[in-house]
C-alpha cells in the first residue's frame, strides 16, 4: 500500500511565493534535489511548515538554506535543507516534533498512528475515517 501524499499545489506555491529562497530548488532537477517533487505531506500540515519558514527567515543570517526535501516519514515532518547553523536545526527539530501532535490532514490535535506497516498523524475523526488505529 503506497500513498501518494502532496500539498494542494497552490498551497504548495504559497509557501514557495512566500519563501523563495527557502524553496528556490522547488522546481529543480531532481538529479539534484527532491524538491523537484513538491512537499510531500498533507494540508494540515501547511501552518506547521510556513511558521517554521518564517522562524527560518528571521533566525538566518546572510546564508538562507534551502530546502532540499520536505515530507512525511513514519508520521512526522521531516525538512531537509542544505545550510543552515544549530539554531536552524533546533528550530527544525521542534517542527519536526510538534508535527507528531497535529493532524497531517486537518491541522486539528493529533497523534501518531498505524495502518498495516505504515504511520501517520491523525485526528481521531480522520483517523476513523482512514481507518488507522492508535499507537
Known sequence: MCYNIHMKALLDKELCDKYPEIFKDRYGDMKKTAMCWGIETDDGWYK?????????????????????????????????????????????????????????????????????GWFKTLCQSDAEKLEYIPL
Do not use: H, W
Not at 546564508?63 to 525538512?79: C, D, H, N, S
Not at 547553523?85 to 486539528?108: H, N, R, W
Open 48 to 116: 506547521l511548515i510556513n511558521k517554521l519558514c518564517s522562524d527560518i527567515m528571521k533566525a538566518c543570517g546572510k546564508t538562507i538554506p534551502i530546502a532540499t526535501q520536505v515530507k512525511e516519514k513514519y508520521g512526522g515532518l521531516r525538512f531537509y535543507i542544505d545550510g543552515g547553523d544549530d539554531d536552524i536545526f533546533t528550530l527544525i527539530s521542534k517542527a519536526e516534533e510538534k508535527s507528531e501532535y497535529i493532524c497531517e490532514i486537518c491541522g486539528e490535535k493529533g497523534k501518531i498512528r498505524e495502518k498495516k
